[in-house]
């Protein structure tokens, strides 16, 4: 269920459901004809081509048909590329279509170079193999999958390359259903582009329509939608929105009736699965260990965190339907869906209520947007509903602090919760804490002046999901190796530094916080002023900036919502010693100008004041929400900039 980075893990096993295939074999079995339902297409001619080579290639068709026919979906791809520089040989040299054995498969129909007045059967001589890669084994995701893997031979610039194939597909879980999303606008230019799905006119689909789109009734009791062919030019996407939302102009359609039925769905592989010996001796011991429903529950968590490993078998309906909890608990392994299988059992059992949830871990605010579809999630954590408190709890999470009912929720925006009531999607709230869950303290003793070394300890303090986050670092390195890759950064603000001691690191895992101190020396942190009329040297510190707010975004129009990194309060404190007697008339007069941005996306604080030789500065920022509107998203990226500015300061030292 949860998708992960993929990393190039390149050894590849030629084995898999046909294992002892000869080459001729599997040529026989994945070589077939076109469909006789596809609507032929025709590329236009090179010479013809209106758009500019982008990336060594120009695209000269795409096309792209699907038919929804008994619980299959088949679609029939044509893609034709003339290669124009080395840079694309690659890319269109081979082709590689990853895909699951127990219910998808690929078809071959024809591959042809033109070169020149030459009309090659590149086909005929490919390489072909089917090969299992399980590039996800790092992760704990074994998933099954095979790779159908062509290569050709003899490819060259100025070469047209022309391939054919299909892609069939008939997810059991799904009984049928599909959905899909086709773009009529693209963020790279396409001669010509071609789009149509069918499906029986006596099956309900949903559709979200295109004013380029056609739809219509075909004969034999067919409905179909269908763009083209026609030419896409290239459209700038709007960058900085949330995960899963584009402005490129697009058609959606879904067989799916509602997010219930999605729900209905998918519930199936979660029901009956009751409680086995082992699970419920694990039960009785919880119950025996601790007392009250939060310490139990809270005991339960910890246990299928921490000592439940992250390991997923996807292949087949494994990707959907969860292991028995007997079973999760002899293997003591356990993807996301056994996980949260896993706390809702043992949640019922302890006298609450519970479920397990679908969400999307970076799509989640798109969800809302879109049209009803099993296949718009890729995690599942755990809703927990006791004493008029509901509680999400993520089970792939490890070493989280707190208790029950103050742990750090996740929140994706947006849950399907797999219960015979749901009705719809489920808003997750964002926590946002009251206090900063993470403060650093710089405290420099620069009282030497200019011309020496300066001293700085640091404290970072963490609390609920800041704490969090440092105590999973921490178990996968150590307090020294830590700091050690923070010097680097340091070295960009304060030149060369090093660690006098050793770093001390204090975590009460009970109450969710934790500390880290380090003594630092930075032999020459001091800068020229910009101003050479101004004596010494100065020292410039500097709080989180727009980048801790959300990903800039650059366009004269914008019609997507601008995505915020919602959750965050953290603080940045200096605290410098400056030489004795250092005048306040040596800063800058608005340097003690308290700064303050309030805005419906975040807050922003700068405080500084001068006491003595004791100079102290706090930047603070709030973020409140996980994104803007449109009409809002300029105003708050002029505040962002506005922060920037705000978010240096520069201090003299004598």
């Avoid at 075909?218 to 939608?225: K, M, N, Q, Y």
Wanted: hydrophobic share 40%; glycine share 8%; charged share 20%.
């Amino acid at each position: 269920m949860r998708w992960m980075a993929i990393l190039g893990f390149l050894a590849c096993l030629t084995a898999g459901a046909h294992a002892g295939e000869t080459p001729d074999e599997l040529r026989a079995r994945l070589v077939a004809p076109i469909p006789a339902w596809v609507v032929p297409v025709h590329p236009p001619d090179a010479q013809d081509a209106r758009f500019a080579a982008s990336g060594g290639e120009i695209k000269l068709l795409s096309d792209e048909q699907t038919r929804s026919e008994s619980g299959t979906q088949t679609t029939y791809l044509r893609f034709v590329t003339q290669i124009t520089s080395g840079s694309a040989l690659a890319a269109n040299s081979s082709f590689r279509r990853t895909y699951d054995p127990t219910f998808e498969s690929y078809r071959l129909h024809s591959i042809f170079i033109h070169r020149g007045n030459e009309r090659i059967d590149a086909l005929s001589d490919a390489f072909i193999e089917i090969l299992r890669q399980e590039t996800r084994l790092a992760q704990g995701i074994y998933d099954g999958r095979e790779t159908l893997y062509v290569r050709l031979d003899d490819v060259r610039v100025g070469d047209i390359v022309d391939y054919t194939y299909s892609y069939v597909s008939a997810n059991p879980v799904a009984k049928g259903r599909f959905s899909a999303t086709l773009r009529v606008e693209q963020s790279r230019a396409s001669e010509r582009v071609h789009f149509r799905v069918s499906w029986p006119e006596s099956e309900q689909v949903s559709v979200r329509p295109h004013p380029d789109v056609k739809e219509s009734k075909d004969a034999g009791g067919w409905r179909s939608l269908s763009f083209g062919p026609a030419p896409i030019g290239m459209t700038r996407q709007e960058t900085g929105a949330p995960g899963g939302m584009s402005n490129l102009g697009s058609v959606k359609l879904s067989s799916f009736e509602s997010w219930a039925d999605v729900a209905a769905l998918v519930r199936p592989g979660f029901e009956n699965k009751m409680p086995g010996p082992e699970t419920l001796a694990l039960i009785d011991q919880i119950k025996r260990d601790h007392e009250g429903f939060d310490a139990q529950m809270t005991a339960a968590i910890r246990f299928i965190q921490d000592e439940i490993r992250y390991h997923a078998i996807t292949l087949g309906i494994g990707g959907w339907v969860p292991r028995d909890p007997d079973e999760i608990l002899r293997t003591r392994f356990g993807d996301c869906k056994d996980k949260s299988l896993l706390l809702a059992v043992i949640a019922r059992a302890l006298g609450a209520e519970a479920d397990v949830a679908l969400v999307h871990t970076s799509r989640g605010a798109a969800l809302g947007t879109n049209l009803p579809s099993m296949y718009a999630f890729n995690h599942a954590i755990a809703q927990i509903r006791q004493g008029g408190r509901s509680i999400w709890v993520d089970g792939t999470r490890s070493l989280q602090g707190g208790g029950f009912a103050n742990m750090t929720q996740p929140s994706f925006n947006a849950a399907l919760i797999l219960s015979k009531t749901t009705q719809g999607l489920t808003v997750m709230t964002r926590q946002t804490p009251d206090e900063p869950d993470k403060r650093l303290v710089y405290t420099i003793d620069a009282s030497q002046g200019a011309e020496m070394p300066a001293m700085a300890g640091l404290s970072v303090t963490t609390q609920l999901g800041g704490a969090d986050t440092y105590r999973q670092l921490m178990a996968q390195s150590n307090p020294t190796s830590v700091v050690q890759q923070w010097l680097a950064g340091f070295e960009t603000q304060f030149g060369p530094a090093e660690m006098m001691l050793n770093p001390i690191w204090r975590d009460d895992r009970t109450l969710n916080s934790s500390a880290l101190e380090v003594m630092l020396s930075f032999a020459n942190p001091y800068q020229p002023p910009i101003e050479e009329s101004k004596p010494g040297m100065e020292l410039t510190l500097r709080g989180p900036n727009s980048f801790g707010v959300a990903l800039p975004f650059v366009t004269r129009k914008r019609t997507l919502p601008l995505a915020i990194f919602g959750g965050r309060h953290e603080q940045t404190i200096y605290k410098v010693t400056l030489p004795p007697g250092t005048s306040r008339a040596l800063f800058d007069p608005e340097t003690f100008i308290t700064r303050r941005i309030d805005n419906a996306a975040f807050s922003y604080l700068r405080e500084a004041k001068l006491e003595d030789n004791q100079f102290t500065v706090a930047f603070t920022l709030r973020t409140k929400v996980d994104q803007v509107p449109p009409e809002d998203a300029t105003g708050v990226f002029r505040d962002m900039r506005r922060m920037d500015k705000f978010a240096e300061i520069t201090v003299p030292v004598p």
